[in-house]
């Protein structure tokens, strides 16, 4: 009887700490892991970009090629920058109290 009046209050000791902590809801956590997966896909577009800006240094690359370099190097820019722009928008929403964070 008392081992299981000291296993009791050992669990209860052990959850104390969790009621403490300040929870985040569900959207909060939803959010915080799109913003983690935008910043993925701009490490993804920035090494594609490398790759690309590295080809295009070779001295025999053709002015076709060249020009398909860049616009490929284009587009991933704008990539980066629209991921760039949801990652900005989604921590606004943050700052202005929209959810705990």
């Known amino acids: 009887m008392e ?12 959850v104390e700490p969790l009621r403490l902590r300040r929870t ?9 892991e799109l913003i ?12 594609d970009a490398a790759a ?9 690359l053709s002015p076709d090629c060249a ?3 860049a616009a490929s190097l284009r587009e991933l ?12 928008e989604l921590l606004e929403r943050i700052k202005e109290g929209d959810e705990t964070s």
């Open 3 to 14: 081992c299981a009046i000291k296993l009791q209050k050992l669990g209860l000791d052990l």
């Open 77 to 88: 820019g704008m990539r980066v920058e629209i991921l760039a722009s949801a990652i900005t």
């Open 36 to 47: 983690c997966r935008l910043f993925y896909l701009i490490t993804i577009a920035a090494e």
């Open 52 to 60: 690309g800006a590295v080809e295009g240094q070779s001295g025999r």
């Open 24 to 32: 985040m809801s569900e959207d909060a956590e939803a959010r915080r």
């Open 67 to 69: 020009r398909a370099s």
